[in-house]
T-cell receptor, first 114, second 115 residues
């Protein structure tokens, strides 16, 4: 199946720092999504991107859908301790040949030191 | 409260003993899916269902079965569990708005250990 490469695998940062993570694919997607998973819970949708080139913000989070449709990035500004968790990117091919199949990246583990 | 409910949350079993992990959603979502999460591998899709009586294989379907007899329920069946199925399992559902199935609501997860 399709594969997503997410980097970095883990990040250790100080509170207040900005964070950037990205996801690349060998094939194109129609939709890119970013999820956050906190310890002991299921992932929660943070941002969904529907058009190539789209830049979307949700509070301190900003995500972009790459113009080639093969990549996406997520930025977190001014990190706080509650940003700790695992962040996943995901690609969706709604309407394509893989309709209904959602591919996730390996995840980025974020640790924020107060 | 809108939610996806999985049971059991934790289970330790032995090789070969059939088990079912139930999943129920109360949001009238058409799309449902199962994932397994393993360290370093992220979330991998096992099976998905676009609607009642319609199911399809994801990326790692071997050793699993599913059924979708009702819209709200999507059980995951392990007919003969093996140790390599030890994992954290998530059920998720989506309204499938405009055909986009990736806007998922996840359950809290079921941690399965097969000895």
């Amino acid at each position: 199946g399709q594969q997503l490469n997410q980097s970095p695998q883990s990040m250790f940062i100080q509170e207040g720092e900005d964070v950037s993570m990205n996801c690349t694919s060998s094939s194109i997607f129609n939709t890119w999504l970013w999820y956050k998973q906190e310890p002991g819970e299921g992932p929660v949708l943070l941002i969904a991107l529907y058009k190539a080139g789209e830049l979307t913000s949700n509070g301190r989070l900003t995500a972009q859908f790459g113009i080639t449709r093969k990549d996406s990035f997520l930025n977190i500004s001014a990190s706080i301790p509650s940003d700790v968790g695992i962040y996943f990117c995901a690609g969706d091919n709604a309407g394509g040949t893989s309709y209904g199949k959602l591919t996730f990246g390996q995840g980025t583990i974020l640790t924020v030191h107060p | 409260e809108a939610q996806v409910t999985q049971n059991p949350r934790y289970l330790i079993t032995v090789t070969g003993k059939k088990l079912t992990v139930t999943c129920s959603q109360n949001m009238n979502h058409e799309y449902m899916s199962w994932y397994r999460q393993d360290p370093g591998l992220g979330l991998r899709q096992i099976y998905y269902s676009m609607n009642v009586e319609v199911t399809d294989k994801g990326d790692v379907p071997e050793g699993y079965k599913v059924s979708r007899k009702e819209k709200r329920n999507f059980p995951l069946i392990l007919e003969s569990p093996s140790p390599n199925q030890t994992s954290l399992y998530f059920c998720a559902s989506s309204l499938s708005r405009r055909g986009i199935t990736g806007e998922l609501f996840f359950g809290e997860g079921s941690r399965l250990t097969v000895l």
